[in-house]
Protein backbone atom coordinates (compact mmCIF):
# COMPACT_ATOMS: atom_id res chain seq x y z
CA UNK A 1 0.00 0.00 0.00
CA UNK A 2 1.20 3.99 -0.87
CA UNK A 3 2.57 5.17 2.55
CA UNK A 4 1.89 8.81 1.50
CA UNK A 5 -0.69 9.83 -1.41
CA UNK A 6 -0.50 13.03 -3.28
CA UNK A 7 -4.10 13.15 -4.56
CA UNK A 8 -3.71 15.80 -7.63
CA UNK A 9 -0.49 15.73 -9.65
CA UNK A 10 -1.20 18.97 -11.14
CA UNK A 11 -2.77 22.11 -9.50
CA UNK A 12 -2.99 25.32 -11.72
CA UNK A 13 -4.12 28.65 -9.58
CA UNK A 14 -4.28 32.29 -10.63
CA UNK A 15 -1.67 34.55 -8.38
CA UNK A 16 -3.49 36.17 -4.94
CA UNK A 17 -6.08 33.43 -5.04
CA UNK A 18 -6.00 30.77 -1.96
CA UNK A 19 -4.12 27.05 -2.76
CA UNK A 20 -4.40 23.56 -1.17
CA UNK A 21 -2.04 20.45 -2.07
CA UNK A 22 -3.49 17.39 -0.62
CA UNK A 23 -1.59 14.66 1.24
CA UNK A 24 -3.32 11.26 2.67
CA UNK A 25 -0.91 9.13 4.76
CA UNK A 26 -1.63 5.18 5.49
CA UNK A 27 -1.31 3.69 8.61
CA UNK A 28 2.20 2.12 8.17
CA UNK A 29 4.02 5.15 8.35
CA UNK A 30 4.98 7.32 11.65
CA UNK A 31 3.33 10.05 12.29
CA UNK A 32 6.39 12.43 11.49
CA UNK A 33 5.58 13.92 8.10
CA UNK A 34 7.07 16.77 5.78
CA UNK A 35 6.03 19.15 3.12
CA UNK A 36 9.31 19.39 0.60
CA UNK A 37 9.33 22.20 -2.51
CA UNK A 38 11.51 21.59 -5.73
CA UNK A 39 12.33 23.92 -7.84
CA UNK A 40 13.53 22.92 -11.32
CA UNK A 41 16.78 21.45 -11.51
CA UNK A 42 17.05 21.76 -7.79
CA UNK A 43 17.14 19.53 -4.85
CA UNK A 44 14.04 19.28 -2.37
CA UNK A 45 13.96 22.27 0.17
CA UNK A 46 12.04 21.67 3.49
CA UNK A 47 9.07 23.64 3.74
CA UNK A 48 7.45 22.03 7.20
CA UNK A 49 7.00 19.08 9.23
CA UNK A 50 4.77 17.60 11.84
CA UNK A 51 6.78 15.82 14.81
CA UNK A 52 4.15 16.43 17.49
CA UNK A 53 2.19 18.84 19.40
CA UNK A 54 0.26 21.61 17.47
CA UNK A 55 -1.99 20.52 14.86
CA UNK A 56 -1.28 23.08 12.72
CA UNK A 57 2.16 23.47 11.35
CA UNK A 58 3.70 26.87 9.82
CA UNK A 59 6.51 26.83 7.40
CA UNK A 60 8.62 28.85 4.79
CA UNK A 61 7.13 30.88 2.39
CA UNK A 62 3.74 31.58 4.01
CA UNK A 63 2.77 27.81 3.65
CA UNK A 64 1.17 26.03 6.53
CA UNK A 65 -0.14 22.70 7.15
CA UNK A 66 -2.62 20.79 9.16
CA UNK A 67 -2.18 17.44 10.38
CA UNK A 68 -5.78 15.80 10.80
CA UNK A 69 -5.36 12.20 12.66
CA UNK A 70 -9.30 10.97 12.08
CA UNK A 71 -8.48 11.75 8.23
CA UNK A 72 -4.71 10.36 7.94
CA UNK A 73 -4.28 13.97 5.70
CA UNK A 74 -1.59 16.76 6.34
CA UNK A 75 -2.58 18.80 3.52
CA UNK A 76 -0.82 21.99 2.54
CA UNK A 77 -2.08 25.10 2.17
CA UNK A 78 -1.40 29.03 1.32
CA UNK A 79 -4.03 31.93 1.59
CA UNK A 80 -2.17 34.08 -1.20
CA UNK A 81 0.14 32.67 -3.91
CA UNK A 82 2.66 34.08 -5.83
CA UNK A 83 3.99 33.59 -8.80
CA UNK A 84 7.07 32.26 -7.23
CA UNK A 85 5.33 29.80 -5.74
CA UNK A 86 5.07 27.60 -9.05
CA UNK A 87 7.28 24.11 -8.43
CA UNK A 88 6.70 20.61 -7.49
CA UNK A 89 5.29 19.61 -3.91
CA UNK A 90 6.43 16.16 -2.07
CA UNK A 91 4.81 14.98 0.93
CA UNK A 92 6.87 12.68 2.65
CA UNK A 93 6.93 10.32 5.88
CA UNK A 94 9.22 7.65 7.14
CA UNK A 95 8.62 4.11 7.88
CA UNK A 96 10.86 2.33 9.50
CA UNK A 97 14.63 2.94 8.14
CA UNK A 98 12.93 4.71 5.36
CA UNK A 99 11.69 8.10 3.91
CA UNK A 100 8.71 7.60 1.23
CA UNK A 101 7.83 10.05 -0.90
CA UNK A 102 4.33 10.90 -2.75
CA UNK A 103 4.78 11.27 -6.22
CA UNK A 104 4.42 15.20 -6.04
CA UNK A 105 1.78 17.79 -7.08
CA UNK A 106 3.08 20.05 -10.07
CA UNK A 107 2.06 23.96 -8.73
CA UNK A 108 1.63 26.23 -11.50
CA UNK A 109 0.63 30.43 -10.63
CA UNK A 110 -0.96 31.76 -13.94
CA UNK A 111 -0.65 35.66 -13.58
CA UNK B 1 27.87 26.40 6.80
CA UNK B 2 26.35 22.82 7.32
CA UNK B 3 25.00 20.83 4.20
CA UNK B 4 24.63 18.37 2.10
CA UNK B 5 26.80 18.40 -1.02
CA UNK B 6 26.57 16.55 -4.48
CA UNK B 7 28.90 16.80 -7.26
CA UNK B 8 29.21 17.08 -10.03
CA UNK B 9 26.02 18.27 -10.97
CA UNK B 10 25.95 17.21 -14.34
CA UNK B 11 27.60 13.96 -15.79
CA UNK B 12 27.17 12.43 -18.70
CA UNK B 13 27.72 8.86 -19.24
CA UNK B 14 29.19 6.62 -22.25
CA UNK B 15 26.92 3.02 -23.02
CA UNK B 16 28.87 0.29 -20.98
CA UNK B 17 30.52 2.86 -18.93
CA UNK B 18 30.46 3.08 -14.68
CA UNK B 19 30.37 6.19 -13.58
CA UNK B 20 30.50 7.55 -9.58
CA UNK B 21 28.52 10.23 -8.24
CA UNK B 22 29.07 11.88 -4.98
CA UNK B 23 27.38 12.64 -1.69
CA UNK B 24 29.12 14.43 1.21
CA UNK B 25 27.47 16.37 4.51
CA UNK B 26 29.07 18.07 7.58
CA UNK B 27 25.49 17.58 9.25
CA UNK B 28 26.53 14.90 11.36
CA UNK B 29 24.31 12.71 10.02
CA UNK B 30 23.48 8.95 10.72
CA UNK B 31 21.29 8.18 7.87
CA UNK B 32 21.83 9.07 4.17
CA UNK B 33 19.64 8.21 1.09
CA UNK B 34 20.19 8.04 -2.79
CA UNK B 35 16.91 8.88 -4.80
CA UNK B 36 16.44 8.57 -8.45
CA UNK B 37 13.86 11.24 -10.21
CA UNK B 38 11.92 10.94 -13.42
CA UNK B 39 9.32 12.89 -15.03
CA UNK B 40 6.45 12.05 -13.38
CA UNK B 41 7.35 9.37 -11.04
CA UNK B 42 8.37 11.47 -8.13
CA UNK B 43 11.19 9.87 -5.88
CA UNK B 44 12.17 6.41 -5.90
CA UNK B 45 14.76 5.27 -3.41
CA UNK B 46 17.84 3.38 -4.54
CA UNK B 47 20.10 2.55 -1.48
CA UNK B 48 19.89 4.11 2.05
CA UNK B 49 22.27 3.55 5.14
CA UNK B 50 21.63 3.73 8.67
CA UNK B 51 25.40 3.65 9.86
CA UNK B 52 28.94 3.68 8.71
CA UNK B 53 29.81 0.06 6.91
CA UNK B 54 26.18 -0.49 6.05
CA UNK B 55 23.57 -0.31 3.69
CA UNK B 56 20.66 -1.25 2.63
CA UNK B 57 18.69 -2.22 -1.19
CA UNK B 58 15.86 0.50 -1.90
CA UNK B 59 12.90 0.06 -4.26
CA UNK B 60 15.11 0.40 -7.14
CA UNK B 61 18.66 -0.97 -6.24
CA UNK B 62 19.37 -3.53 -9.47
CA UNK B 63 22.38 -1.54 -11.68
CA UNK B 64 24.01 0.47 -8.59
CA UNK B 65 26.23 0.27 -5.58
CA UNK B 66 27.26 2.30 -2.99
CA UNK B 67 29.73 2.36 0.25
CA UNK B 68 29.45 3.78 3.44
CA UNK B 69 33.27 3.86 4.53
CA UNK B 70 32.38 7.53 6.24
CA UNK B 71 29.90 8.81 8.14
CA UNK B 72 29.90 11.49 5.88
CA UNK B 73 30.39 10.32 2.42
CA UNK B 74 28.39 8.06 0.35
CA UNK B 75 28.74 7.72 -3.32
CA UNK B 76 26.35 5.99 -5.70
CA UNK B 77 27.88 3.97 -8.71
CA UNK B 78 25.95 3.64 -11.60
CA UNK B 79 27.10 0.44 -13.22
CA UNK B 80 26.80 -0.74 -16.86
CA UNK B 81 24.12 -3.25 -15.54
CA UNK B 82 21.60 -0.03 -15.31
CA UNK B 83 20.14 0.08 -18.78
CA UNK B 84 18.38 3.21 -18.23
CA UNK B 85 20.35 5.37 -16.36
CA UNK B 86 19.11 9.15 -17.43
CA UNK B 87 17.85 10.72 -15.07
CA UNK B 88 17.95 13.08 -11.46
CA UNK B 89 19.70 11.79 -8.92
CA UNK B 90 19.27 13.09 -5.05
CA UNK B 91 20.85 12.44 -1.81
CA UNK B 92 19.81 13.01 1.36
CA UNK B 93 20.64 12.64 4.78
CA UNK B 94 18.96 12.66 8.30
CA UNK B 95 18.74 11.67 11.77
CA UNK B 96 16.58 8.84 11.95
CA UNK B 97 13.19 8.96 11.59
CA UNK B 98 13.50 12.57 11.42
CA UNK B 99 13.09 15.05 8.23
CA UNK B 100 15.38 14.61 5.01
CA UNK B 101 18.14 17.45 4.03
CA UNK B 102 18.51 17.15 0.28
CA UNK B 103 21.99 18.13 -1.87
CA UNK B 104 21.27 20.00 -5.54
CA UNK B 105 21.18 17.09 -7.36
CA UNK B 106 23.28 15.20 -9.84
CA UNK B 107 22.09 15.09 -13.45
CA UNK B 108 23.28 11.81 -15.90
CA UNK B 109 22.97 11.40 -18.81
CA UNK B 110 23.77 8.77 -21.04
CA UNK B 111 25.08 9.86 -24.44
Known amino acids: AQSVTQLDSQVPVFEEAPVELRCNYSSSVSVYLFWYVQYPNQGLQLLLK??????LVKGINGFEAEFNKSQTSFHLRKPSVHISDTAEYFCAAPRGNQFYFGTGTSLTVIP | DGGITQSPKYLFRKEGQNVTLSCEQN?????MYWYRQDPGQGLRLIYY???????QKGDIAEGYSVSREKKESFPLTVTSAQKNPTAFYLC??????????FGQGTRLTVV
Open chain 2, 49 to 55: SQIVNDF
Open chain 1, 50 to 55: YLSGST
Open chain 2, 27 to 31: LNHDA
Open chain 2, 92 to 101: ASSYVGRGAF
